[in-house]
């Protein structure tokens, strides 16, 4: 891994969930290569070991849907300076066939522990003047698609929490944004594409162009590298203006 000539996050300490794979994986390299020290925060043991290993940074494993997990990790306690929310899982059924554990779960994952661990580093991010909050989200934090209540009410939440961040941070030198990709090629994507294939009868390359993809006119999956160097840009310098926005990277979906 060979750090940029001027690392943006040199001395500050980056808390990256979801890391052990995916989005989270890519952010967690690519503030490693700023300068952060990265803690690789995930319910995936190995997964976090193994990026912790691969940075040097700081594996982190706990079950972010329970708020008690959360609390064991005595944040505070940190000098946190990043905090990326990256953390999720999906679930598709129609509403009147959704399982209310598993509606209650997402909640818990992709909005409360967010709320959570904001609640935790604020305080320190507030006494030291400075302070980055990224939210991934997602283009259904924007729009809604059918079957996915859970996962677009979270992330439509997700957008709002970001929002008050923003302002109650504002004079204490705490951004918060968040980024909104459209479908990313990562290990959660990957296997909707399976299953839709294998439901639909068709191609893979189908599923993406036909299904996936039929309302962005940019037709391919992004990179997760695209969602870390936006991260990258939120955390650098002339962005103290930058709070309380989302930054959607959908391909044009969101134009049609």
Known sequence: MTPPP???????????TGAASGVGRAIAVRLAEEGAEVLALDYDRAGATSIADQINGEPLVTDL???DAIASLDLSRRAIDVLVNCAGIQHVAPIEEFDTTTFDRIHRLMLRAPFLLARAV???MYERG???MIHVSSIHGHRA???????????????????VIAIEGA?????SNTIAPG???TPLVEGQISDQARRHGVDEDDVVRDILLARSPVKRLIASDEVAGLVAYLCG???ASISGTSFILDGGWSAT
Do not use: D, I, M, Q
């Open 122 to 124: 604020l305080p320190g």
């Open 183 to 185: 479908y990313v090629r």
């Open 145 to 163: 698609s059918a079957f996915k209540s859970a996962y677009v009410s979270a992330k439509h939440g997700l957008e709002g929490l970001s929002k």
């Open 171 to 175: 004079a204490k030198g705490v951004t």
């Open 65 to 67: 849907t329970s708020a």
């Open 237 to 239: 310098a002339g962005t």
């Open 6 to 16: 001027n690392p943006c996050l040199n001395g500050r300490v980056a808390l990256v």
């Open 130 to 132: 400075w302070g980055r």
